[in-house]
């Protein structure tokens, strides 16, 4: 093989995500998928190769391409960082089952699992993970290393900071336009949370309606 692409988390994301990398990739017979994880011991993941980074810069290869698969967003943004430091370039990965709409800029190493939906005009920044049965709804701006698990409900005009975590099944009540609701950076947005107002920087909110539960 000439390419490599690989998959840096060989944990529970990075196992939900291989399998739409391949997909992906088609049967292009010039590229390899592979783990890429810090606690590869030599076994297989799934069939599938697993290399520690050292082992994955050492393959004699032409390319060498990587997405993040770690659902904690500040994981995300310490390989990014040190991907960045070896040129490594970043995959975004798509599931054939992802609606995009009209007129949306998404940033690079941006993870759509099955069943996720972009509506029109909505910013994405880096490495962004939107999970099984997500959707952000019009003109939400949404930052970088953010997550989003399973069946998050992300209303129109929301802005959602950089590093924040959306928990399973939460639902955010959307904005207005020129008054957007407004998740902070880095806030954390428990299960099932129904989200009725701005959420400031570092706050953990839980339950119907959303009240604060602590800080991070
Ligand atoms: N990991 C890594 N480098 C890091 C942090 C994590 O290679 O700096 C790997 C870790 O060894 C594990 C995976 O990423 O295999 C994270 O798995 P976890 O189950 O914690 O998270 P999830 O897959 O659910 O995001």
Known sequence: VARLHAVYGASGAGRGIMPLLRAQNGNAADIECLYVDDAADGTLVNSQRCLTLEQFLNEPVSERKIVLAVADGAIRRR?????????????SVVAQQHVRMDASIIGEGAVFSPFTTVASNVQIGKHF???????????????DFVTFAPSVCC????????????GTGAVIRQGRHGAPL?????????????????VAPGEIVVGNPARVMRRV
């Open 129 to 143: 993970h939107c999970n099984i049965n997500s959707y952000v709804e019009h003109d939400c701006v949404i930052g």
């Open 79 to 91: 390989l990014a960082e040190r991907c960045h430091a070896e040129r490594i370039g970043f995959l």
């Open 182 to 198: 407004t998740i902070g950076e880095n806030a954390v947005v428990g299960m099932g949370a129904v989200v009725l107002g701005d």
């Open 155 to 166: 209303n129109g005009n929301i802005q959602i900071r950089d590093g924040a975590y959306i």
